[in-house]
Structure formats: structure tokens, C-alpha cells
């Protein structure tokens, strides 16, 4: 026992001098390296920093200092651009803050309102729904179609309306998957979901542009605006009362604002979700601006860094996917539950012949040569819109 304790005593004094050695060891260590890390630190300091910086020249990162390295770093956050010899000049910034700022914009303010806009706009389709109820045929299905739309026109808008469809809830996800679905399927599944997700989003992009050239081409002509929009418009398009049927050509006042809503939305969709698939190849806010600039002597900034760029196109094309999807929520309910018999147009492309003269008088009167007898499957002697 004896043996062992002053055994045990020993190893605990030579435990205790080693242990002192090598602090002092450490403490020598330190005091020799400042210097030397202090003179390394100034010989890597950013040439930005003058000696009439905010620190006066000093270095930052000394702890015990006197000088105060928060006035350095926010010197430093201002986005001073220095030089650097690889290729990508974007790292010659060292911090942009504009960065953090786009952040909590985008998942602060930004995401708030449009998740609003986007529950109003529900909210008030519903409400509409439980007074209006289903737009009716007021004169009941005829048994008589006309051709509507023809396949190719058919086929131009499916393919623009489901890539949306699919372009709108994967750009959700991105935006709100986090908060909501990760919670309902777990982390796993959400992280495979989003990344599917995304290379959707990616391809999908370009059938929506496609689709997009098809309906322009084709339905140009139609939506150009003309004095039946007037009236229409006037008579709130009849949308209150199953009785008054304001005459419409092929598409009505409301319908051609969809579609130029649809054409200048789904450019400006196209062409900043281009900025975001291939990044720093464009620079098409300082363009916009500068042609704003122009038009209406604003003074919006023309030479914007890549960064700011990217950070432009995040923004503004999450912003116009909300309202656009808040517009095509309300076509989609008019063209589905909202009006009897609006479905079939771009269904089967036949519509009721009755359905047609109370939406687009005008156009039946084009097109009486077109009418078709359902039961018959024979052309009936023409007969012009009441
Ligand atoms: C997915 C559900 C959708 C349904 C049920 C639907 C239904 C319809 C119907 C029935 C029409 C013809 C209306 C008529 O005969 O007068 C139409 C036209 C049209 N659709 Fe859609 N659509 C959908 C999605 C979309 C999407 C996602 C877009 C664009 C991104 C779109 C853009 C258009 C345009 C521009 C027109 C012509 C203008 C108009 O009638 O308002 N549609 N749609």
C-alpha cells in the first residue's frame, strides 16, 4: 500500500511538472507567435485598407487590441471590389452584404406577402364561388357544338398549362417547402422531392417557353384589343348576371387580358429564370434599367455588379411567378367549376352551340359554317347568332 502511494505520488509530481512545462511552453509559444501572425496578417492585408481606415492601419483580429475590428469589417461589408489572378472576378469581393439584405428579403418580407396574396386570391375565388355559384348556360345545352379550338391550338395550351402547373409547385416548394412539406414527408423525402423537383423546374422551363411562342403565334391576332372591348367592359362582362351576354368576338375583353397578361408575364418568367439557369452570362436588369432610364428620366443604377445581377433575377422572378400564378388561378376556375360548359373548348374543342352565342356572339356569326349537329353528326343549315 505504502509502496504504491508514494509511487502514486510521484507520478502525480511529475505529472504536474510536465504539465507546467508545457504551459509555459504554450504561453512562450504565443507570446513569440503574435508578432510573427501580426507581421504575416499585415503582409496579407486587403489593399483596400489604407492607413486611413477605420482601424488607422492597425490589423484587425487582435483580441486584446485597442483598436476596434467591427469599424474594419464594416469597411470591409461595403463590397470594396479588390484583385484577384483566377478567372472569376466575383471573388474579388470579399463580403457583399446586398447578399444578406436579398436574403431577408426574400425569406422575410417577400415570401410573407406572396404566401397573403396567394391565400387571397384563393379566399376570394371561394367567396365569389358561394354568391355567383356556376356560371350557367341560360338558355341550357342546344345539342349543337361548334368547333372551338383545333388540336394544334389545343395541344399549344396544354403544353404551356401543364408545364406551369408543374413550373408553379416546384418554384412553391423552393419557396415555401421548408416551412410545410418538409414537416409532412421528413427530411429525407423533401430533400429528394426538392431535388427532383428542381431538375423539373430546369427542363420543364423550355416546354413552357415553347408553349408560350405556340399561343403568341397563334392567338395574336384574336387579342388584339377593338371597340367590342369597350362594351364588354362596360357590362363587366355580363359575369354578374346569367341573363346579359355582352357580344364577343373570339375572345372577350377579360379573355385578352389574360392572354397579354400571360404573354408579358411568361416573358419576363422566361427571361429571368434564363438569368438563374445560366448565371453571369447576362445583364439584363442594368439593360431594362437603362432603358427605363431613358423613357421616363428615372434614375435607376445601369452598371450593376454579376452579383447584383443574380440577386435581381431571384427576386424578380419569384415575385412574378406569385402573380402570375394568382392570375391563372382565376382562369383556371372561370375555364373549369366557374362556367358550365367552358371546359369543353379546350376538352374536346367542341363547345354548345348555346354556350357560344351567349359568350362570343360575334365569332358564331363568323363561324355558322362550322356548326355541327351532336346527334346527327351532320352540318345543320346555317343559322346566325341571336
Ligand atoms: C390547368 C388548368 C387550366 C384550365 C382548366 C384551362 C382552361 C382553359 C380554357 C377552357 C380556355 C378556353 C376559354 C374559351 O374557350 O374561351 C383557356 C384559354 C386560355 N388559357 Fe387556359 N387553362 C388552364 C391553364 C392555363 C395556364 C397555366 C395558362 C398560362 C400559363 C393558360 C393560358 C390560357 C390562355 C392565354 C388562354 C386564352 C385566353 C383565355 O381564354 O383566357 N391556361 N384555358
Redesign the pocket.
Known amino acids: 500500500m505504502g509502496l504504491t502511494h508514494s509511487n502514486s505520488r510521484r507520478t502525480g509530481r511529475a505529472g504536474a511538472i510536465s504539465l507546467s512545462v508545457l504551459a509555459m511552453a504554450f504561453i512562450v509559444g504565443i507570446v513569440l507567435a503574435m508578432p510573427m501572425q501580426a507581421a504575416a496578417q499585415e503582409g496579407t492585408a486587403a489593399p483596400a485598407v489604407s492607413a486611413d481606415s477605420p482601424t488607422g492601419g492597425a490589423v484587425p483580429g487582435q483580441s486584446m487590441g485597442t483598436t476596434s475590428d467591427s469599424d474594419y469589417w464594416r469597411a470591409v461589408r461595403g463590397g470594396v471590389q479588390g484583385n484577384v489572378s483566377i478567372p472569376d472576378q466575383n471573388a474579388a469581393i470579399l463580403v457583399q452584404s446586398e447578399g444578406e439584405a436579398w436574403r431577408s428579403f426574400r425569406n422575410g418580407p417577400m415570401s410573407l406577402y406572396a404566401s397573403w396574396a396567394l391565400l387571397g386570391t384563393i379566399v376570394l375565388l371561394g367567396i365569389f364561388y358561394a354568391i355567383r355559384g356556376r356560371i350557367k348556360i341560360a338558355h341550357g345545352r342546344s345539342g349543337q357544338t361548334i368547333t ?2 383545333k388540336a394544334i391550338e389545343r395541344f399549344g ?2 403544353m ?6 408543374v413550373l ?1 409547385l416546384t418554384g412553391l416548394n423552393l419557396l415555401y417547402g421548408r416551412y410545410t412539406l418538409k414537416y409532412v414527408i421528413g427530411n429525407e423525402a423533401f430533400a429528394f422531392v426538392t431535388q427532383m423537383g428542381k431538375y423539373l423546374h430546369n427542363y420543364l422551363a423550355f416546354a ?1 417557353m415553347a ?2 411562342v405556340m ?1 403568341f403565334v397563334m ?1 395574336v391576332r384574336h ?1 388584339l384589343p377593338d371597340r367590342t372591348d369597350i362594351k364588354w367592359a362596360m357590362q363587366g362582362g355580363g359575369i354578374f348576371s346569367d341573363k346579359l351576354h355582352p357580344p364577343a368576338k ?3 375583353a ?6 397579354w ?3 408579358l ?2 416573358v419576363s418568367l422566361s427571361l429571368s429564370g434564363w438569368q438563374l439557369l445560366f448565371p453571369f452570362t447576362t445583364t439584363f436588369f442594368a439593360d431594362t434599367f437603362d432603358k427605363i432610364n431613358l423613357v421616363f428620366g428615372t434614375d435607376f443604377p445601369t452598371v450593376l455588379a454579376p452579383i447584383q445581377e443574380q440577386q435581381l433575377a431571384a427576386l424578380w422572378h419569384a415575385i412574378m411567378s406569385v402573380f ?1 400564378i394568382c ?2 388561378l382565376a ?2 376556375y ?3 367549376v366557374g ?1 358550365e360548359g ?6 374536346s374543342g367542341e ?1 354548345d352551340l348555346n354556350w357560344a352565342k351567349e ?2 356572339s360575334l365569332w358564331v356569326e363568323e363561324h355558322v359554317a362550322d356548326i355541327h349537329d351532336k346527334k346527327t353528326g351532320q352540318q345543320p343549315a346555317a343559322q346566325p347568332a341571336e
Not at 404551356?160 to 402547373?165: E, G, K, N, R, T
Not at 367552358?342 to 376538352?347: I, L, V
Open positions: 372551338r379550338f395550351h396544354w404551356l398549362a401543364s408545364s406551369f402547373v408553379a413552357f408553349g408560350l399561343i392567338w387579342n373570339k375572345f372577350n377579360g379573355q385578352k387580358v389574360i392572354f397578361l400571360t404573354i408575364g411568361g402570375m392570375v391563372i382562369h383556371i372561370i375555364g373549369s362556367m367552358a371546359f369543353d373548348a379546350m376538352g363547345v359568350h362570343h
